[in-house]
RNA sequence: GUGGCUAUAGUUUAAUGGUAGAACAGCGGAUUGUGGUUCCGCUAGUCUGGGUUCAAUUCCCAGUAGCCACCCCA
């Protein structure tokens, strides 16, 4: 009813442009009155009457919802999961640009792709990350799968890459083991810009190797990756040394702080009870003041871990690399010990997500997994937050400048031929795209300009009759008829050309 | 997990205690076989649930989501 009524107006509308006045009302009045069966509903009506009958054996004809006025407004969509999004068609760009330039880099300095389950063992990162860690307490997703094992979505990729080590005995292999992995992490966190509860790392791993060149080595790669992609950054080092001397300069600094009396102090003191080193990357001015009387972390490395660092400094000077001694930069993560660094954007403070990466040195982590004793060290660079520097600074991606050749086509029988002279034209090689589904010629060549082509080819009714094609150079807009069966030959030609 | 701010078409955004308007994008047409310009038309929206009110997209509350700070981290 108040459908007829609205396709009445409308068509009245459309012969006589005269009803200016009514035509605002009417079609709204009716939308208005009831969630009337949508235009499109009668198109498909229509085409399926027309276009099915002759096929009707065939033909599994469409079950009939699309008869039912769509009322998406009262149910609830399903959404996506609270921090957790889509990786769209238009970011793919981005994804694929930071992918090649990270993997070509990586692979350049001798790195071979892994990849291990997003599933694991929840034990594996309490071991390994540690049990007290608020990446481990309050941030992992882990649940009893059907069988009633505890299983951990991985929040961070290294373990994964060290149980994979010890797993399949790559201590057997040359060392050191030298991998990268690129993949999606778990953290339950209260999203924000630059922090999702599903993110992407590219994670680099050196396993066997206690030489600091390979510390500078990674520091270098991953400060080359963002460099590459038109991201300046400060590398922020520093040296945790090893578990004792840390648990040494724990007391030390336990003692220090406990000389002041302040309320902050106390808060913190408490905050930290647990990791009381990072209380050096506390933001509170007060406690940050009081720390720069403290007693520095460095000055408690024993001789080697000392030797060590003053090495991978070395490397890194002669590497002209702009690094900066932090020594706030304590990692989350309880594995770390000597190098820990991170890599941010702009030299400025660490506020915001302004942390791009980070890693370091993980000696003992192999042996605590039930390896042999292995030194290891990496880094883990998060994707999310270079492809929003790359969005925000406007980078973007190098276009392929392959030159493409569009497919036209212009009436059912031309439809046929064209999908057959794509595929032909596909298995030549010839960089061929097209859209099928667009009956227009003028919608086609909008397309054709919209997607860059170089050429289009055009396919009409005289030209089937004739065994002909169109070459249309889009540029100049000049166009000459071509046999048929010498198209790929001139594409070719008319491509090396361009 | 704690505190604050926000929520309008696919996107960016306007307005209002009583009818929600634009731009871009999409689709179609002017040109039934010729694009990058123009003109015209169409499609599409007040996050969810309660409350106040004759009347709520607007005011209030809660939920949810996003953003910001903390926590933490990539």
Not at 10 to 35: H, L
Not at 68 to 81: D, F, L, M, T
Not at 274 to 291: A, G, H, T, V, Y
Not at 351 to 379: H, I, M, N
Request: aromatic letters at 6%; proline letters at 5%.
């Amino acid at each position: 009813m108040s459908a007829q009524k609205k396709r009445a107006s409308r068509t009245s509308s459309r012969a006589k442009p005269k009803a200016r006045v009514k035509k605002k009302q009417a079609p709204k009045t009716a939308r208005k009155k009831k969630a009337a069966p949508k235009r499109s509903v009668k198109k498909v009506a229509k085409k399926s009457v027309k276009k099915s009958l002759p096929l009707a054996k065939n033909r599994v004809t469409p079950k009939e919802p699309e008869f039912e006025p769509r009322k998406k407004s009262k149910k609830k969509n399903i959404a996506s999961v609270r921090g957790m999004r889509d990786i769209l068609m238009r970011d793919q760009r981005y994804w694929q640009w930071f992918l090649n330039v990270a993997k070509g880099i990586t692979e350049q300095y001798g790195y071979s792709e892994i990849e291990t389950p997003i599933v694991e063992d929840a034990q594996l990162f309490k071991r390994s990350i540690g049990d007290t860690t608020d990446l481990v307490q309050k941030e992992m997703y882990e649940f009893d799968d059907q069988s009633g094992d505890r299983i951990a979505l991985r929040p961070e990729g290294t373990a994964g890459i060290v149980r994979a080590y010890v797993e399949h005995g790559m201590l057997n292999m040359p060392q050191p083991v030298k991998v990268y992995l690129a993949g999606p992490m778990f953290r339950y966190e209260r999203p924000q810009s630059g922090r999702f509860r599903q993110f992407h790392q590219f994670n680099v791993e050196v396993l066997g190797s206690e030489s600091p060149v390979m510390d500078a080595e990674t520091i270098l790669i991953a400060h080359t990756i963002l460099k590459e992609l038109g991201i300046e950054t400060s590398i922020q080092v520093n040296s945790v040394g090893s578990p004792e001397a840390r648990a040494e300069y724990n007391k030390v600094l336990k003692t220090y702080l406990k000389t002041h009396k302040s309320a902050a102090v106390k808060e913190a003191l408490e905050r930290y009870s647990k990791n009381l080193l990072r209380i050096l990357d506390s933001k509170d001015p007060e406690i940050q003041s009081i720390l720069e009387e403290a007693p520095q972390l460095i000055d408690y490395l024993d001789d080697d871990c000392r030797a060590h660092f003053v090495s991978v400094l070395e490397h890194l000077d002669e590497l002209d690399l702009p690094y900066t001694l932090n020594p706030r930069i304590v990692r989350g993560l309880d594995y770390y010990n000597r190098t820990a660094f991170e890599l941010w954007h702009g030299d400025t403070e660490e506020t915001r997500q302004s942390a791009l990466g980070g890693g370091g040195r993980y000696d003992g982590l192999v042996e605590k997994l039930g390896g042999r004793e292995t030194p290891a060290c990496g880094f883990a660079l998060g994707i999310e937050r270079i492809i929003a520097i790359l969005r925000q600074e406007k980078t973007s991606p190098p276009k392929s400048d392959e030159p493409l050749v569009y497919l036209a086509q212009i009436g059912d029988n031309s439809k046929k031929r064209a999908l057959k002279l794509f595929e032909q034209l596909r298995s030549q090689g010839i960089p061929i795209i097209g859209n099928l589904a667009k009956d227009g010629l003028r919608q086609q060549l909008e397309i054709a300009n919209k997607k860059g082509a170089k050429f289009a080819v055009i396919v009409g009714q005289k030209e089937m009759i004739d065994g002909t094609v169109l070459i249309r150079d889009m540029e100049s807009g000049i166009q000459e008829t071509v046999v048929l069966e010498n198209i790929e030959k001139e594409l070719e030609k008319r491509l090396k050309k361009a």
